[in-house]
């Protein structure tokens, strides 16, 4: 009999549990509605005083944090892979070298991206009008995130909202409570004030709990249904959110593709982290002039692979910790599931497993699937596993067609040696983020923008657009005529309504020509309303 992931949760405590070996590895509360409405006060009170720091002495804690981070850069990472089965290598690269890049990166530049920007007024310039916009923080920032990235996910965000000025109520998910808490001791040891970061662990009632709290603004991050009810909830309370939802990211791989590379990229876009990565290669589209090699590519490729030794047999042991181990197990026995329906529907409706097609205790092998179509889940739902499902095209405007035959649009890659082609391609794919000749692992980059389109969300994380998501802009407009009486206001007169006609059609052209004609009639005008 498979050996099954345990479930975590007792109703009132929940138990982290290692999913290779079963073990407990520790125990967090589930907490209660009203205690996450006192966490959201503290925070609210913590928030006041943080906000009046400059952005030098915040960075300053955030680097102090980050230094606790790297000196604990093993253990850390063995948390993780004990509490979603992951390799430690790929929770390194994947979680600490990122989090630990985006954390000197908005430490360093919040100060400049938040810097209070002049805008522009058109004409009004002539008026003696001018505008300019600061950026405040928002207040209280609940985060909602998931298991697949525990570390990295939750972190990103707690760092850019400190950044901005905010206090944080994070509620992690409820399979992986202790790297959320990992994060708040880090903090709490870099000295972060009492209140201004807070952990409530707890399933989906917690999170439902923060949604109603009353924070300022919610960053939700998980699966396209709970995104929706995250959503529904927060409308009842005019609470702003970023919705970070699931994917099922389309790679197209063109003729001119550097066969091997393309091939090597779908491998690791597909299976790092078992698949479970939001913007995981999910569909693969190959011109079918390079099917043949491109496919045998991939199943060398994959077959050469060293997958933990996971076993078959209750009780059986596995090591994610060693080294040379390219995949590990798989987070939930609620996942594993859903990958293997996903490729049971797939292959009784005639796809083709070249290799994998099945779990191997708690994790499922790595599988590429041919033979398939746009009927199939496999195609059409997130399968968020080591799947990764082949078909072919013929032409360019096929391929875009097939790409963005999808509820989801998270993020894609458009693989070719000419990268103006690659270019038009990219701009014609409904996505967030569209690669090329690389998948998967630009929400790595602190810089870029992450976020979706259609049903993968709204709203972004990182980059500016992100830091954007945490702060009110607030428009700061200055008359600097001050002693003189608008020529707009009261009273209505022939006069006026003569200049106001002048406004619609030359003011509002835009051009300063135009404008200018309406001088005399705006002397008459002021001077009629002259006491
Ligand atoms: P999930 O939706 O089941 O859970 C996400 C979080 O929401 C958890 O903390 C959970 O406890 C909480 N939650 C559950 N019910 C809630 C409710 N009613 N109100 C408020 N919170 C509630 O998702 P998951 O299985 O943990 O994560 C996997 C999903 O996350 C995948 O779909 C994946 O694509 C997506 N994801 C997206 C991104 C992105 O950046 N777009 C990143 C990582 C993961």
């Known amino acids: 009999m498979a050996q099954s992931i345990p479930a975590k949760s007792t109703g009132a405590e929940l138990i982290s549990r290692d999913p290779v070996s079963g073990e407990e590895i520790g125990r967090a509360p589930i907490v209660m509605p009203e205690d996450v409405a006192r966490a959201v006060g503290r925070a609210r009170e913590a928030q006041s005083e943080w906000a009046i720091l400059t952005f030098r002495e915040r960075g300053r804690l955030i680097m102090k944090a980050r230094k606790i981070i790297l000196g604990e850069l093993e253990e850390i990472a063995s948390l993780i892979s004990r509490e979603t089965g992951k390799p430690v290598s790929e929770a390194v690269a994947m979680e600490l070298a990122t989090t630990l890049d985006l954390m000197q990166y908005f430490a360093r530049k919040t100060a400049s991206l938040l810097r209070p920007r002049r805008v522009s007024v058109g004409l009004y310039w002539s008026m003696g009008r001018s505008s300019y916009e600061i950026y405040k923080p928002l207040g209280v920032v609940g985060i909602i995130s998931p298991w697949n990235f525990p570390w990295a996910t939750p972190l990103d965000e707690v760092v850019m909202a400190l950044m901005a000025g905010n206090a944080v109520v994070l509620k992690p998910s409820e399979l992986t409570p202790l790297t959320g808490l990992k994060i708040k001791d880090v903090f709490d040891r870099a000295g972060l004030a009492d209140g201004l970061l807070q952990v409530v662990t707890g399933d989906g009632s917690t999170g439902a709990a923060l949604v109603g709290s009353g924070v300022d603004k919610i960053m939700f991050i998980g699966s396209v249904a709970t995104g929706k009810r995250v ?63 491109f496919i045998k590519e991939v199943v060398a490729e994959t077959k050469s692979l060293r997958q933990a030794n996971l076993g078959s047999e209750p009780g059986a042991v596995a090591d994610p910790a060693e080294e040379s181990i390219d995949i590990g197990s798989m987070t939930s026995e609620h996942q594993l599931r859903t990958v293997e329906r996903h490729v049971h529907e797939a292959t009784t409706r005639g796809a083709i497993a070249l290799t994998g097609g099945e779990r191997v205790g708690p994790g499922f092998k790595p599988t590429v699937l041919t033979n398939v179509n746009h009927e199939m889940d496999v195609m059409r739902e997130e399968t968020f596993g080591p799947v990764l ?128 004609l309406l001088l005399p009639q705006m002397i008459r005008r002021w001077l009629e309303r002259r006491d």
């Open 231 to 293: 959503a529904e909830a927060a409308a009842s309370y005019l609470t702003p959110v970023v919705l970070e939802l699931g994917g099922k990211d389309p790679m197209i791989v063109l003729d001119d593709a550097n066969v091997k590379n393309a091939a090597r990229g779908a491998v690791w876009g597909a299976f790092a982290n078992s698949g479970q990565a939001c913007a995981s290669v999910e569909r693969c589209y190959v011109h079918e002039s390079i099917a043949d090699q």
């Open 389 to 516: 499902p082949i078909m072919t095209f013929k032409t360019d405007d096929d391929a875009v067609h097939l790409a963005n035959d999808s509820v989801y649009g998270l993020a894609a890659s458009v693989w070719t040696s000419n990268l103006s082609r690659g270019k038009r391609i990219a701009e014609r794919i409904d996505a967030g983020t569209v690669m090329i000749n690389e998948a998967l692992y630009t929400h790595g980059i602190a810089q870029t923008p992450w976020g979706g389109v259609k049903q993968s969300g709204f709203g972004r994380t990182h980059g500016r657009a992100g830091l954007l998501e945490l702060v009110n802009p607030q428009h700061i407009h200055v008359n600097h005529l001050w002693f003189i009486p608008d020529l707009w206001w009261f009273n209505y007169t022939p006069p006026a309504g003569q200049l106001f006609r002048g406004f619609a059609r030359r003011f509002a052209s835009g051009s300063i020509l135009q404008a200018s």
